[in-house]
T-cell receptor, first 117, second 112 residues
Framework: DAGVIQSPRHEVTEMGQEVTLRCKPISGHDYLFWYRQTMMRGLELLIYFNNNVPIDDSGMPEDRFSAKMPNASFSTLKIQPSEPRDSAVYFC???????????????FGPGTRLTVT | AQSVAQPEDQVKVAEGNPLTVKCTYSVSGNPYLFWYVQYPNRGLQFLLKYITGDNLVKGSYGFEAEFNKSQTSFHLKKPSALVSDSALYFCAVKSNTGKLIFGQGTTLQVKP
């Protein structure tokens, strides 16, 4: 399996521009998570989906952030408009819950390093 | 409230010496505990987990972790550290809603 795939790996944009980050989870996984990592705030969970349905978006910083999962193999995280304080590494992770197997471990993608100038 | 704490921002050990990275947790009910490692410019990698059973859990790259219910701890250990073990380590606990709650991370530096 190729693992979780994220694109782009690096994104540099100007303040005010729209940014779209993409994620392809591991095939067959039914949970997808979006995280943000910064030196100041550490690793933050932004939102997660189960079977393509958003379950908890309480970590989304503000209305400028939105996430979608139109199908089981694709998700996007959009920032519009972007601001310098959005600069961070954004990770996507996926997991498969197997009833009776207690399998909650998540598998992370390589991340997208976003720089907003 | 569920939480996990990693009391040390940084751990330094000499190569060949044993290492311990500490983690304590707070959760209602039986805890599901995890360790992840992050190498520079990479995503987090799953190392090991404790669900139930033996208190000593073995994982990838020779790491193991010891679950201690009375001390609510889940320390990561390795008998002999390698320079290549230098990385950022995260402890995590499963919340009641299924998501993982991560600690702030501990930077491990192994000196040659």
């Amino acid at each position: 399996d190729a693992g979780v795939i994220q694109s782009p790996r690096h994104e540099v944009t100007e303040m005010g521009q729209e940014v779209t980050l993409r994620c392809k989870p591991i095939s067959g996984h039914d949970y997808l998570f979006w995280y943000r990592q910064t030196m100041m705030r550490g690793l933050e969970l932004l939102i997660y989906f189960n079977n393509n349905v958003p379950i908890d978006d309480s970590g989304m910083p503000e209305d400028r952030f939105s996430a979608k999962m139109p199908n089981a193999s694709f998700s996007t995280l959009k920032i519009q408009p972007s601001e310098p304080r959005d600069s961070a590494v954004y990770f996507c992770a996926s997991s498969l819950y197997l009833f009776g197997r207690d399998s909650y471990e998540q598998y992370f993608g390589p991340g997208t390093r976003l720089t907003v100038t | 409230a569920q939480s996990v704490a990693q009391p040390e921002d940084q751990v330094k050990v000499a190569e060949g010496n044993p290492l311990t990275v500490k983690c304590t947790y707070s959760v209602s009910g039986n805890p599901y505990l995890f360790w992840y490692v992050q190498y520079p410019n990479r995503g987090l990698q799953f190392l090991l987990k404790y669900i139930t059973g033996d208190n000593l859990v073995k994982g990838s790259y020779g790491f193991e972790a010891e679950f201690n219910k009375s001390q609510t701890s889940f320390h990561l250990k390795k008998p002999s550290a390698l320079v290549s073990d230098s990385a950022l380590y995260f402890c995590a606990v499963k919340s009641n809603t299924g998501k993982l709650i991560f600690g702030q991370g501990t930077t491990l530096q192994v000196k040659p």
